[in-house]
Structure formats: C-alpha cells, structure tokens
C-alpha cells in the first residue's frame, strides 16, 4: 500500500499546484513583484492543512499504519547553511518563477520551457553535491552534515 | 474616502483558486503523513535521484537510497495530478513566456539553494511552516526576501517577461 498511497498523494499535491495556477512561473513572479497576493493563500492554507495533519500524528495517533514509523514534525537542524541556501534559493526563485513542485506540475500543464529550469536544478544539485562529496572526502572528521 | 488599496488590487485574480489549490497541495502532503509519517518534500527528488547515475558520496547517503524509487513515483504522480488538473479545466498546453536563460539560471540556482538550505517551498514552506519548525520559518522568509528583492530588482532593470 506504501507506493498507491504516495501516488494518491502525489496526484492530489499536483492536481493543487495545477489549480493554484502556482505551476506558472509569471504568477509566481506577479507575486513577488507586488502585483497578485494570491500565492500568500497558497502557501497559508497548504502549511494550516498540512500543519493540522502533522499536529494529529503527533499528538493522537501512535505509528503510521504503512511504516511502522513514529510521527514527528519535520524539524531540521539550524546552521549556516540553511541561509546559504535560502538566499541562493531566493536569488534562483526571483529569477525564473521556478521551484522544485511547481516546475514538475509545469510539465503537468504542458508547459515544456520548464524541462530548460528542470534540467538546471539537476545541474545546480549536481554541481553542490560533487562539491559537497569532496569537501566531505577531504576532511572525514568534518564530513558536510544536512 | 475611497480605501488606499482595495481587495481587487491585492487579489485581481480573486482567491479561491488560490486557497483551494493550497487547500490540495496541504492535503496531499497529509495523506503522505498520516499514512507513513513521512513529510514529503519535492526538492530531495533531485539528489536521491542522482544517485542512480553518480558515485559521489553526497548522493549515495543511505536515506537518499532509501527513498529514490518512491520519490521517483511521487514526482511523476505530481506531474500526472497537474495533467489531471490542466485536462479538467481546459489549461493544457499553456507555455511560459519567461525567457530560457532565467529558466536555466534560476533554476540552477534553485537547485544549489534547495539542496544546501535542506527544502524548498514544500518541504520548508509547506512541511516546516506547518510543525512551526524554527529552521524552516527562519529558511522561507529568508528565501521570501530575497526572492522579492531578486524579482524587482529584475523588473526594475527591463527584463520582461
């Protein structure tokens, strides 16, 4: 049941970013330009939904029926490279109208322009994890943590 | 007195598309959850899948190996759920007049961005807003700033669209 319910799940997250017209690059940036707030609905009502769900698992249910796993929040450890990347991130999003769900949606829609910031981000992933590897290979004591 | 700035001005295109849009992606991020304890995000995609091709140490981490095949499912089911949505309401086909290097640039910074700060705008901004994490608020308003100072500064220089 693991991989039809991530499929469901997939499918709906889809179905959302195609509806929310998210998966265009030029509402992404009307946004950012001041020019539609729309995208603040969005990404409200997606974090309070999906912030409802994580608030049930953790405080009601026990473990998840399909991984035996124990819920928790999705917490990650603060450093510097966590505004490293956002600004960088940031630049990169301001630029093209682009993130990683939406541009998969984009290609959802038909929008095939999108394959040229696809294939970026895997270049971009790329080039910081061979990156990341040697500086992790070069000094094992200080091996590069996520 | 007329009010400054209007609700139409804010919201041209209204907000119910955008509320319900956000409503399913929060929703299929739940199922994912509630099912698996699992908080889906869509960037790790990039690395995990990586790992088929590359032996670097960085993509070959045993929760990337872990999780390539379902994130792989995931990623087509996301590109699947759009096709579903753009069939339904007769947006198919619609194609991006953004030009091919602001694609490209962006994208690849996207991809280093995503990857160094841990998440994008679903694993921080919709996974991480939603467990209040302190890591992922501090993450999305930074990428927001700068973000809005990127696209005006891009405005304000020509480039359109």
């Known amino acids: ?146 | 007195m007329e009010p400054l700035v209007t609700f139409a001005d804010l919201f041209p295109n209204g907000v119910w598309r955008y509320a319900a849009g956000g409503a399913l992606i929060g929703l299929g991020t739940a199922v994912i959850y509630l099912a698996t304890a699992i908080p889906a995000g869509a960037s790790t995609f990039l690395e995990s899948t990586l790992s088929y091709i590359s032996e670097a140490s960085r993509f070959n981490r045993a929760k990337y190996i872990a999780s390539r095949d379902w994130r792989v499912a995931f990623t087509l089911s996301i590109v699947a759920g759009a096709a579903v949505y753009a069939l339904a309401f007769g947006d198919f086909g619609w194609t991006t007049e953004v030009s091919w290097w602001r694609l490209l640039v962006g994208g690849v910074l996207v991809g280093v961005g995503t990857r160094i700060g841990k998440g994008c705008t679903s694993g921080h901004g919709i996974c991480g807003v939603g467990s209040v994490a302190p890591t992922s608020l501090v993450n999305v308003a930074t990428f927001l700033g700068v973000a809005i100072v990127t696209a005006q500064l891009v405005q304000a220089a020509g480039v359109s669209p």
């Open chain 1, 1 to 146: 049941m693991f991989l039809p319910v991530v499929v469901v799940g997939g499918l709906i997250f889809g179905f959302g970013l195609g509806l929310s017209r998210m998966a265009r690059p030029e509402v992404v940036l009307d946004f950012l330009q001041f020019e539609d707030f729309g995208l603040l609905f969005v990404l409200g009502v997606g974090s309070v939904v999906a912030g409802t769900a994580f608030a049930i698992g953790v405080n009601v249910l026990d473990r998840a029926p399909l991984t035996g796993r124990a819920y928790a929040r999705r917490l990650k450890s603060f450093d510097r490279n966590v505004l490293t990347g956002g600004v960088i991130f940031g630049v990169g999003w301001g630029i093209s109208g682009i993130c990683p769900g939406a541009a998969y949606a984009s290609v959802g829609i038909g929008n095939y322009p999108v394959l040229i910031a696809i294939s970026g981000m895997f270049l971009g992933a790329y080039a910081q994890g061979i990156w990341r590897s040697r500086t992790a290979d070069g000094s094992a004591a200080s091996a590069a943590s996520d």
